[in-house]
């Protein structure tokens, strides 16, 4: 029986490392890798790993466009998960409050999810196409102009006073239903006798979501703020599809300049920057919570 | 009865949600139902006068400068599916291994992996194409196989590491007293018990590998090898625009995910909640 035990510890081990050493190469080896080619001079076709220092990182902040895609990021990702976060408990909410047909409502609201961003981006492509004062509106303005609200009308993803803005429309519309999916999940697992308890308390209706549900919910917020905001960082193909950098770089994003820096204009090195300063910010948001979760794993 | 009033403003604000979700399918389906005499930007609201499927005839195969989009969506099942099952079949193998032969380090190692799950791919790119042009499958489906099971590996060991640990510990413990060892546990309880998990896990690894584009456009840059999603993007990019066409093969590319999404949701469901760890 020990010798059993001791037996498939080693199988278990022997079974886990082949997973083990292809996570170990291609995540880990490959950051690695991405971090050195990031310091060295490497911005032609051909391979040059000569160290070059830190010359990449400032050649990308000198460069404008770059903070310019710092900076549409940072609006894509407050717009998109502050808005998600906002709209899905809205909809949940709604949804919760025994609705008839409340499966088919939730699967219209969740169905967006199962497409590829660039189907999204290419629907939405032609939706926000403003069309122009000489030819007529199209899309989006058209249908506000038949609503009789054609002071709403802008330029989209064509002004670049708006750019990204409209690209996190399209990530709303896609991702808000999942949101929705688990404030509905959660919403059905808090107790009735907890509301019924706080109403006798004399709560009104709006206190019991602020000072009861909410505050229960919070594992939900915070599971949801980081799937959002994973996905939200990396976003490329929805750009690519929907917009492309767009006037003066307007709905332009690091990844999608990392990509064209690097697989078009063949410059490795500073693309590979790009690539660490992405993934450095996506840390600051997933290794506290991974260790968050591996403590609370340990603990149970 | 006072409740009314309320009841229909609820139903009201419910419906008009619906209508934000529902009106790019609207645009998708009558669009692409229309012939390209009749696709007019300045009328693209109204219902197509007549009804004629020669837009998906062209998405599908082409002709007037397309390039159709039939071998592309091959291309794309000739990846998911190999991608997919073998996905599954490790992350069962290591799901079942992390949940139930906790050897030294599991932890450390099972969050190192997950971590693999949040990165920017930007961050792999450039030694991914070295390491696959080394290895002679650059530019190939297989190549595009290999890089979604490797980077598959967290997701799906992730959803059976839960999966199977709800499997009732008693049941574990009968068959190691009846000399059941750690594969004879796997084959014997664990596996007859995997079917939900499964389909949770294929469900998801299907839709994802089927939308990506990142992996796709990066290491399939040979058209004759691109998956759908690339395929689409290029002939939505493409310099004559016609949007009856792109709208059909936008539809055609959304449709095996959306299909799954519409028959299989439960699952579709369940795979979402278990992506987002334990929320």
Not at chain 1, 140 to 158: C, F, P, Q, S, V
Not at chain 1, 205 to 231: D, K, N, S, W
Not at chain 2, 105 to 116: K, Q, S
Request: glycine share 8%; proline share 5%.
């Amino acid at each position: 029986m020990r010798l059993r035990l001791k037996l498939d510890a080693i199988l278990s081990v022997l079974l886990i490392l082949p997973s083990a050493l292809a996570i170990l190469l291609f995540v880990y080896g490959f950051i690695g890798f991405t971090g050195y080619v990031s310091f060295s001079n490497w911005n032609r076709l051909v391979p040059d790993y000569s160290f070059g220092g830190t010359a990449n990182y400032l050649r990308l902040f000198q460069n404008p466009r770059f903070p310019i895609t710092l900076r549409n990021l940072g609006v894509f990702t407050g717009l998109f998960v502050g808005g998600s976060l906002v709209l899905g408990f809205l909809l949940a909410v709604l949804l919760d409050r025994r609705i008839k047909a409340e499966g088919l409502f939730r699967s219209v609201y969740l169905y967006p999810l199962a497409l590829s961003f660039i189907v999204t981006g290419v629907v939405w492509r032609w939706l926000l196409n403003p069309g122009s004062p000489q030819m007529g509106s199209t899309g989006i303005n058209l249908l506000l102009e038949m609503m009789g609200l054609g002071y709403l009308k802008t330029g989209w993803y064509t002004d670049p006073r708006i750019g990204i803005i409209a690209v996190a429309i399209a990530a709303l519309w896609q991702m808000s239903g999942y949101v929705m999916a688990m404030y509905l999940a959660g919403l059905r697992g808090i107790p009735e006798e907890l509301r019924e308890a706080a109403r006798v308390d004399g709560a009104s209706e709006l206190q019991i979501y602020r000072f009861v549900i909410l505050p229960l919910l919070r594992p939900i917020t915070f599971g949801a703020m980081i799937v959002l905001g994973h996905i939200s960082l990396k976003i490329y193909d929805l750009v690519v599809a929907m917009t492309g950098p767009g006037p003066g770089f307007s709905c332009d994003v690091p990844a999608y300049f990392m990509w064209e820096l690097t697989f078009r204009a063949n410059r490795f090195a500073q693309g590979a920057g790009i690539a660490i300063i992405l993934l450095a910010i996506v840390s600051l948001l997933i290794v506290p919570y991974l260790r968050y979760s591996l403590r609370r794993e340990v603990e149970a | 009865m006072k409740v009314r009033p309320l009841r229909l403003l609820l139903y009201l604000v419910l419906i008009a949600f619906a209508l934000y979700y529902l009106i790019p399918v609207y645009v998708l389906v009558v669009t692409s139902l229309k012939s390209f005499a009749e696709v007019n930007l300045y009328r693209m609201w109204d219902l197509p006068r007549s009804f004629s499927l020669e837009s998906f005839r062209r998405a599908l195969f082409g002709g007037m400068g397309y390039h159709g989009l039939a071998p592309n969506l091959w291309n794309s099942v000739l990846m998911v599916v190999p991608a997919t099952l073998i996905s599954a079949a490790l992350g069962s193998l290591n799901g079942y291994i992390f949940a139930r032969w906790r050897f030294r380090g599991a932890n450390i190692l099972f969050t190192l992996a997950l971590f693999g799950m949040f990165i920017p791919y930007q961050s792999i790119l450039i030694p991914l194409v070295q390491v696959l042009k080394t290895i002679g499958v650059y530019g190939t489906i297989p190549g595009l196989i290999l890089t979604h099971v490797i980077y598959g590996i967290p997701i799906t060991t992730l959803i059976f590491r839960n999966y199977y640990a709800t499997v009732p510990k008693e049941l574990v413990e009968a068959a190691r007293i009846d000399g059941a060892g750690l594969l004879g546990v796997y084959r014997r309880v664990m596996l007859p018990l995997s079917m939900p998990g499964f389909a949770v896990v294929l469900i998801w690894q299907f839709t994802s590998i089927w939308n990506d584009f990142l992996f796709a456009v990066t290491v399939a840059q040979n058209p004759a090898v691109q998956p759908v999603t690339v395929a689409l993007n290029n002939l939505a990019g493409s310099y004559i625009v016609e949007w009856n066409v792109q709208m059909a093969g936008a539809l055609l590319a959304a449709l095996p995910t959306l299909l799954v999404y519409i028959f299989l949701g439960r699952y579709f469901m369940r795979g979402l909640l278990a992506g987002s760890l334990k929320g």
